[in-house]
């Protein structure tokens, strides 16, 4: 009976909860927007209600193509006021006060006033800033209407608006279309990825954010649908807050000297953008992650070109190792350091400089047994070797708006390396039935220099006609390996006797490609375009390994030994010219296209004196 009473009276206490909240939130504001000269209805108007006593945001609403609007959801008995916004028009005022009674007023057919240009000696202007405001093909929120925690970063201010959404990844779309990049003020942000400014600037920086379509995109993809084309999201900083830092920082001490440190520190102060990261470390790990390398570090900013991660978290980076790479036990450092600077007249001007170092020492012992009917083998192997690897990367990144209608970009870099190691290995094979069989000690020693250089440029041209284009990207590889290495064997075997072996072994190795594409677009009609394109691609390959033996006469290795030398040198040309139409029909496109396709390979033996051409034309239509 008790336990009843108690349902009863906590029943009740619910339902004049819940009433009481819907009884105090079910007004609705309701109108619609026109153009007080065409008569036209206005799309897209904010229409914001405040509270009218401290002009606290309530909520908000944009205007359909009809220009309707409805605002739902608003307390009673409070004085509301209500203000209209579009961009080039006067501001629309009414205040109101919702009621039980009456819950719902109807603001009627609102014509809205083109502002109109007027030379006044001093105007102060109060009023309340709309949190939305629609300009053209830009979305743009008014950070303040959104309360965040006083320790809140961009992410959490983000998350507050409507259509935009974040995962626990922190990639963000809006209204379902991805974000791509992050601008600060309109320039990238250290490279542009979308977390470096929302998980390290704080919320109360920013006073506006911009949404709107990635034009880069659209671009690179002219034929793509706009509803596909990803967002652009630009943060306005405060006026009064244009410089700040942020990074990260770690050290570490255990026992036998082991130890870890390093740290990441980004600056920035108006269009200057710097990056400064260190590291050093004896315990066979990457001083850093490759997201913070990427993004905290910069090198998103100077291009990627390779990347290798191993099982054990060892990361290696455009040919700069960071640790946790190779065997033994390893002790790596690096230091380097990303600028990003944004001169007058649209450039933008990148450098990055990062210098690695390693050192692998190596001690292995390896005892093995093999058993044959009665008979048992028994190997045991010694193996030390030290390694060293030095290398320097040197990047710029150079971006150019030319004009309104024209862009270029140009990111060339450049690699040095070194490495070198010294390894002695003895092997002791025994027989359980007649002792010692066989002896080996390799004295190996390694020296070799390596060079990369790489760069790509690209030009954009849009024409005063709508839907003329011009594109070119072109993209340059240059990769060479000299290695020296010499071996120094004795083997011995049981009774016969022995032999040496004392060879260098001389790798030349040389990588080059280059290819460029043009590309133009010529509207014939509204639903229809001509696109013409051009593909050039060019590879020199050559790959030449020399053996010499050493003259024991005058001590030098100039015996060369035809069987370990081979030579190989290989070069392509591939040309290939296309035209195509594209035809659209509201969200359908279509693209035919057919491709002429010339295509030369040259392929010389060079240690065998033979030669190989060959010669491929195509038409390929698709």
Known sequence: MRNGILLLLLSICMTTAVSAQTNNSKGLISGKLIDSASKQPMNLATVSVFTAADTVLVTYRLSTESGEFKVSGLPLDVQLRMIVSYSGYTVTRKECKLTSDAPAFDAGTLEMTPNQANTLDEVLVYAERPPVVVKRDTIEFNANSFKTLPSALVEDLLKKLPGVQLDADGNITVNGKKVNRILVDGKDFF?????????????????????????????????????????????????????GWFGKAYAGKADGDRYEAGGIVNMFRDTLQVSVLGFSNNLNKAGFGFNDIRTLGGFDRSGINSISINGNGGLNVNGISFGGTGQGIQQSRGIGFNLNNEFKKGLTLNTQYFYGKTR???????????????????????????????????????????????????????????????????????????????????????NAKDLGYNHSLSYFKNFRKKGRTFNMFNNMNLNTVNSDQFNNVLNTFFPTGSNTLDQLRDLERANFSTNTNLNFAEPLAKDLTLRLGYALTYFENKDALSTFNKNNTNGKYDQINNTLTNHLERTSWRNNLSSGLNFRYKKLSITATLNFLWLDLNNRYVSIGQKLDQHFNYILPR
């Open 191 to 243: 490279g542009g990825d979308p977390k470096m400014a929302t998980r390290n600037l704080p919320a109360n920086l920013i006073d506006k954010i911009q949404v709107a379509d990635d034009k880069d995109e659209l671009d690179l993809n002219p034929d793509k649908a706009k509803a596909d084309v990803g967002q652009v999201i630009n943060l306005k900083l405060k006026k009064s807050i244009k410089q």
């Open 360 to 446: 692998n020492d190596i001690t292995e012992l390896e005892n093995r047994q093999q058993f044959l009917g009665d008979t048992v083998l028994n190997s045991r192997s010694n193996r030390s070797e030290v390694q060293n690897a030095n290398n320097h990367r040197i990047g710029f990144g150079l971006r150019w708006k030319i004009d309104t209608t024209s862009r270029m970009e140009f990111r060339p870099s450049l690699t040095i390396g070194e490495q070198t190691s010294n390894r002695l290995t003895n092997i002791n094979t025994t027989s359980s039935a007649g002792g010692p069989l066989n002896a080996s000690n390799n004295l190996q020693s390694v």
